[in-house]
């Protein structure tokens, strides 16, 4: 299962990318926003990575404007490895070498089928893990 957030920025592209994983057989939860109308990014961004971290969900992909925003309100809840990504190299990079588990993009920075195609690699690059493991645990006892 895969959480699904975005602000209003993001809403979109979010739709769009729904259509995606309906399409591959990927299942999901859509934690909000669920029209175009204005609202905040974090608030978005909180039960989706919630989810996450409690094992609900395996990973989350979250919009906003820039993937920016909401990245840096995901990276604050305890747990969450969320990056905000435009290009094939870094969606599948975070995942072999630094474990994310949220993927962040902006609505108004890519289009669909790029979006599309960072979501196939994101969820399907499994983590490398062997000396990245020892990076990532460093950067999660950043988290105490």
Known sequence: MIALASDHGGFALKEEIKKHLDGKGVAYEDFGCFAPESCDYPDMAKP???AVVSGRCEKALLFCGTGIGISMAANKIKGIRACACSDAFSAKYTR???DAN???LGGRVVGPGLAAELVD????????GGRHQTRVD???ALEK
């Open 48 to 50: 989706a990575c919630e």
């Open 96 to 98: 072999l070498h630094n």
């Open 102 to 104: 949220a993927l962040c």
């Open 121 to 128: 690699i994101f969820l399907e690059t499994p983590f490398e």
């Open 138 to 140: 460093k950067v999660m």
